[in-house]
């Protein structure tokens, strides 16, 4: 590490194993932590009082703030010490006191964030969680281990997701939610336990998908759920008419691959439908 330092900035009252692996121009604030098999990519930027250790890597461009542990042994009685990972992508914020725990050798063995992901003030990441790129995960969320969040997800304000809940692409948890089943892309969820209420169709629009393509996928969900409540076969029936009718659209045809992929949580109810019409009026 000695030939490594010169090109960084470390404060003098920061712990760092001789071991550890750093880039170019990385800073490492004051009380920082960090343990022999940490590897820092270029540019990391760790505040003060980061905590990085075990089997850890922070890709380039990373920036931790205060408080932040990430790294360290998850909590799950079954962990007996195995040399699991975890892995921080390129450009991701992790804010004040945010915690990311690495991963059990009881699933792939690693937690994983992908890149330009932002994860605000006190959120928990537990262990073997995999997020992928551009995740906006708001103050004080907290997740079970095993979570998949898909691209582009947002999960606002203290929102808590069960172990093995999967989160599509483009989904959106609303606040306080208590989210027990799986949510399919582009989804939005709402309640204290969270209830599909529609389709994100603020996100859509604004990530530049046409008026032509968010009004089939409208008619597409409608046909999904025309009413709170329908399971079973009546469902793989609508399913089925549209893939016949919708499945040329590319979205459309991602949800209905994860409605049907295997779920240990099963998937998200419907709101009512009133709810869900109201909802879908004020997206416009």
């Known amino acids: 590490m ?157 929102a808590a997701i069960h172990q093995f809940v999967r989160i599509g692409r483009g989904a959106v948890v609303g606040g306080l939610c208590g989210v027990e089943m799986d949510v399919l892309p582009y989804g939005s969820v709402l309640g204290n336990r969270a209830r599909l209420v529609g389709l994100n169709w603020v996100g859509l629009k604004r990530s530049g998908v046409s008026a032509e393509e968010v009004q089939l996928m409208r008619r597409a969900f409608r046909h999904l759920y025309p009413r709170a409540g329908v399971e079973g076969r009546v469902l793989r029936q609508r399913m089925d008419d549209v893939r016949e009718r919708y499945g040329h659209i590319d979205r459309v045809a991602e949800m209905l691959v994860f409605m049907e992929a295997p779920s240990q949580r099963g998937l998200t109810r419907a709101a009512s439908r009133t709810l869900m019409e109201q909802i879908d009026r004020d997206a416009g």
């Open 2 to 158: 000695a030939d490594q330092a010169v090109q960084c900035e470390i404060h003098p009252t920061a712990i760092v194993d001789p071991n550890a692996s750093l880039g170019r121009h990385v800073a490492i604030g004051p009380w920082c932590c960090i343990g022999p098999h940490v590897r820092l990519g270029d540019g990391v930027r760790l505040h003060a009082s980061v905590i990085v250790d075990g089997h850890t890597t922070l890709d380039d461009g990373v920036e931790v703030y205060p408080f932040a542990t990430i790294g360290l042994a998850p909590q799950d009685l079954k962990y007996a010490g195995e040399p699991t990972r975890c892995h921080i992508g390129a450009r991701t914020i992790l804010r004040e006191s945010v915690t990311v725990h690495r991963g059990t050798s009881q699933a792939h063995g690693e937690t994983r964030i992908g890149h330009d992901c932002l994860l605000m003030a006190n959120a928990h990441v537990a262990h073997d969680c995999v997020l992928g790129d551009h995740v906006i995960i708001v103050n004080n969320v907290v997740m079970g281990g095993h979570v998949s969040i898909e691209d582009g997800a947002r999960i606002m304000g203290s």
